[in-house]
């Protein structure tokens, strides 16, 4: 019998067998019969990121936006040479420092409208300028800025208010000045003209000095107040409610629009009112507060928008010490968390309607034609103006020279 099974034509057949058997007993052959352990899946805000349910357009408009952020910051470096223009050598060394993961030249030549890409006549290397049609953008959003001075102020006022203890970080400020569309000298251009209504106390605290209840009203207490008059809602049914918006494609659960209507319904400390008045004590009507704070925050920025580990810088003062993410996953009809852009960005559904805002304001008008020139790449450039610009910039510095 041992001949037969170990004989010369079977040994060829046993590897052939072999991996049959161990595909079958994977255990072992006495193991086969127990039941395996399936390990339950992970649900944390990681997977609940990467789960949800994607807004193309906005996707799409944050990956725009990145590269006009790109080209203003490289703009910014240019800007800061004595004669307005860099070697393409020189920007080179600093791609790293702006985020740039492609050769400069390649970027800079996808944007003629923006960048103007030139021989230098003397020193016969390629150089780089701003071209007159973005400085003059670049111009308009600045005074569309400095003229709205008074809205800066509301804005700065009404961030000291939400604040437990009026006061504000100015290093996170500065950090989100170009989304509360504040000047870069705002320290030296706007508080100083509003000393009544708030202070530095100390070289980087703003403090809010009188507190002005008619400011107290958040953006969606008006929204509230036109769903009550114009769609003749019950005043349960908005007192606390927020605007809903689910991306194209969100699954509806079983069970999930009652649970939505029953939080839409649930009390809570709203953004304005004092939370020392009110001690909260049910973890549902915190979580709601801080949706309603973070909803207003998103209301007073230009585009709607601020980047999440920018938010991180307000969480003390805002009283908004919880898993910011996990929050904002929790509402995808309020919030939108988009990834693209190389990094992650909370937009506010209510505000943007096929990739625009729905209520344009002037910085953001302004803005949106910077990203014009982005998006129109290569299209409608003249190959005529760029002898006579050299000619114009040679000229320049001949006299510059002498």
């Given amino acids: 019998m041992a001949s037969i099974l170990f004989g010369q034509r079977n040994l060829c057949v046993f590897p052939l067998r072999r991996h049959i058997l161990d595909e079958v007993y994977q255990h072992g052959p006495y ?212 605007p809903i918006n689910f991306p194209t494609g969100f699954k509806i659960e079983k069970g999930f629009r009652g649970k939505l209507g029953n939080w839409q319904r649930l009390p809570y400390t709203k953004a304005y009112e004092m939370n020392e008045l009110h001690p909260i004590r049910n973890i549902e009507r915190l979580e709601k507060r801080i949706v309603g704070i973070l909803h207003e925050f998103l209301s007073l920025t230009i585009e709607k928008m601020i980047p999440l580990e920018r938010l991180s810088h307000f969480r003390k003062p805002f009283e908004m010490e919880v898993n910011l993410r996990e929050l904002i996953l929790k509402h995808p009809g309020i919030f939108y968390i988009s990834t693209k852009g190389s990094t992650q960005t909370v937009l506010l559904r209510e505000s943007y309607s096929k990739g625009c805002l729905v209520h344009p304001n002037p910085v953001y008008n302004v803005r949106r034609k910077m990203l014009g020139l982005i998006l129109s790449g290569c299209c409608g450039v003249d190959e005529m103006d760029s002898p006579l610009w050299f000619s114009e910039e040679h000229n320049q510095e001949s006299s510059n020279e002498s």
């Fill in 31 to 242: 193991n086969c019969t127990i039941q395996r352990r399936w390990k339950k899946p992970v649900d944390s805000a990681r997977t609940r990121l990467e789960g949800r349910t994607r807004d193309h357009k906005l996707d799409k408009l944050m990956i725009q936006l990145k590269n006009l952020r790109l080209a203003l910051d490289l703009h910014e470096l240019i800007s800061q040479q004595r004669n307005k223009y860099a070697s393409l050598q020189l920007l080179s060394r600093w791609r790293h420092e702006v985020g740039l993961n492609i050769e400069i030249g390649a970027f800079l030549k996808k944007y003629p409208h923006i960048f103007d890409i030139y021989v230098h006549p003397i020193k016969r290397n390629e150089c780089c300028k701003v071209t007159p049609k973005m400085s003059e953008l670049i111009a308009q959003e600045d005074a569309a800025i400095r003229e709205n001075e008074p809205a800066i102020a509301k804005r700065l006022k009404k961030l000291l208010m939400l604040s437990k203890d009026g006061t504000l970080n100015m290093h996170a400020l500065w950090l989100v000045r170009r989304e509360l569309g504040l000047p870069d000298d705002y320290r030296c251009s706007i508080l100083p003209n509003h000393q009544s209504d708030f202070s530095l106390s100390s070289p980087d605290t703003l403090t809010l000095i009188t507190r002005d209840e008619n400011l107290a009203v958040a953006d969606v207490e008006e929204w509230r107040a036109k769903e009550y008059t114009e769609k003749w809602l019950a005043e349960s049914e908005t007192k606390y409610a927020f």
